[in-house]
């Protein structure tokens, strides 16, 4: 895997890493906190969003694996998480 730099968890201090996750028979891609268990959304892997603006679906949001890394580490290290 792709080496992405991650901020230590804004709650506890405690290490993050990625954890592949599988929802809805799609796979998808989450940054969890190995102390707390504080995590993200799940990015999906390969998988567009419908967009009511393209009336269809939204090929702009169909992510590789790296690609969906890179997405949601940025959501982590933005703290945007809940
Ligand atoms: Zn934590």
Redesign the pocket.
Known sequence: MKQIRLKK??????K?SFKKERIWLEDGISIR??????KTKIVLIDHPAFSAKCNGLDESTRYTEEQAMEVVAKIWNERKHT
Do not use: V
Request: glycine letters at 16%; hydrophobic letters at 15%.
């Open positions: 968890c804004p709650f506890c201090g405690g993050a906190c190995e102390k707390c268990h504080t």
